[in-house]
């Protein structure tokens, strides 16, 4: 059986959490959200639960000595020995040393490229279930009823770290450290890059070319 370590990079709003649910089931390996390792670490009120929340309300980078430290405990659970996605890391290129030295090689590398513009458009109109965590987008995947999860029936929320000034600053972020990263796994040949600007189901399509092939 061929074992796939893949990570999922883009800008904030490219579909990478979408697109990595996706494709986890179709290769049955476990998709891991960086960004959702941190949620979690808040939510649980966990040792860094503190700082994590402040800077990712500022839209900022939390530091390596965190990110490393949950990314190695997520990644010593047995579930990940026949592959796993990740989305959201590396992000820069300390994450990206600390990880190829310490931790771990890359198969592929998929990016879903999408300009600011369409970004800000789609990040905007996201919500998310203050109860189950189920996200949806006001224009392009609605709930049922207005603002309510379809699941739960609890009422939808914005993310802090979606709201607008903190959408510019994410943006930023991504093009001067996380565009570095990008092109190092281009010189080494195991990036794949799709448009995002298709439905779901279209960048779905494109990824999974990348793996039949
Ligand atoms: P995401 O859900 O991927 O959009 O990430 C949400 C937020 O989590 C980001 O704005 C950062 O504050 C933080 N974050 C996610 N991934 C990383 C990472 N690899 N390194 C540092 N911070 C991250």
Same mark, same amino acid.
């Given at each position: 059986?061929?074992? @796939? %370590?893949?990570?999922? /990079?883009?800008?904030?709003?490219?579909?990478?959490?979408?697109?990595?649910?996706?494709? +986890?089931? %179709?290769?049955?390996?476990?998709?891991?959200?960086?960004?959702? /390792? &941190?949620?979690? *670490?808040?939510?649980?009120?966990?040792? @860094?639960?503190?700082?994590?929340?402040?800077?990712?309300?500022?839209?900022?980078?939390?530091?390596?000595?965190?990110?490393?430290?949950?990314?190695?405990?997520?990644?010593?659970?047995?579930?990940?020995?026949?592959?796993?996605?990740?989305?959201? &890391?590396?992000?820069?290129? *300390?994450? !990206?040393? @600390? &990880?190829?030295?310490?931790?771990? *090689? &890359? +198969? =592929?590398?998929?990016?879903?490229? /999408?300009?600011?513009?369409?970004?800000?458009?789609?990040?905007?109109?996201?919500?998310?279930?203050?109860?189950?965590?189920? $996200? !949806?987008?006001?224009?392009?995947?609605?709930?049922? @009823?207005?603002?309510?999860?379809?699941?739960?029936?609890?009422? /939808?929320?914005?993310?802090?770290?979606?709201?607008?000034?903190? #959408?510019?600053?994410?943006?930023? $972020? !991504?093009? +001067?450290?996380?565009?570095?990263?990008?092109?190092? !796994?281009?010189?080494?040949?195991?990036?794949? *890059?799709?448009?995002?600007?298709?439905?779901?189901?279209?960048? =779905?399509?494109?990824?999974?070319? #990348?793996?039949?092939?």
């Amino acid at each position: 059986m061929k074992v @796939y %370590k893949i990570s999922v /990079l883009g800008p904030q709003g490219s579909g990478k959490g979408t697109q990595s649910a996706l494709l +986890t089931s %179709k290769l049955n390996i476990p998709a891991i959200s960086m960004g959702q /390792l &941190f949620r979690d *670490e808040v939510e649980q009120k966990g040792k @860094y639960a503190d700082e994590v929340e402040k800077i990712m309300n500022k839209g900022e980078m939390v530091p390596e000595r965190i990110s490393k430290v949950l990314l190695v405990n997520r990644l010593s659970r047995d579930d990940v020995k026949n592959g796993y996605i990740i989305d959201g &890391f590396p992000r820069n290129m *300390e994450q !990206y040393e @600390y &990880f190829h030295r310490d931790i771990d *090689e &890359f +198969t =592929h590398v998929i990016v879903i490229n /999408l300009s600011d513009e369409k970004a800000i458009e789609r990040i905007s109109g996201r919500r998310i279930c203050s109860e189950c965590g189920k $996200v !949806y987008h006001m224009v392009y995947y609605p709930p049922q @009823y207005d603002e309510i999860c379809d699941e739960c029936g609890k009422k /939808l929320e914005i993310r802090d770290d979606d709201k607008p000034e903190v #959408i510019k600053r994410r943006l930023e $972020v !991504y093009h +001067t450290y996380t565009e570095p990263v990008i092109e190092k !796994y281009r010189e080494e040949g195991i990036l794949y *890059e799709v448009d995002g600007d298709q439905s779901i189901e279209d960048v =779905h399509r494109d990824i999974m070319k #990348i793996f039949t092939d």
